[in-house]
């Protein structure tokens, strides 16, 4: 194996890894970001997540009780 292309290994996994990086912190970045706007929606409108709640469980005991 050449010199040069020893060099080149650690440099692509390096790449690789900020790539890896990069994706996660996005990833992350996106949950915060969803969870911001929740928190400011759930601030703005206390009773409107509730009623939300509320629906989806009434509708799920339903289908549950139809089986």
Known sequence: ???NQKV???KQE???SRE???ERENELLRLE???LKKLKAFQENPN???KKHKQ???SNS???DSN
């Open 1 to 3: 194996m050449s010199k």
């Open 8 to 10: 080149k290994l650690p």
């Open 14 to 16: 390096k790449e690789l």
């Open 20 to 22: 890896k990086r990069l």
């Open 33 to 35: 970001n969803a969870y």
């Open 48 to 50: 409107a997540s509730l």
């Open 56 to 58: 989806r469980w009434h």
């Open 62 to 64: 339903k289908k549950k």
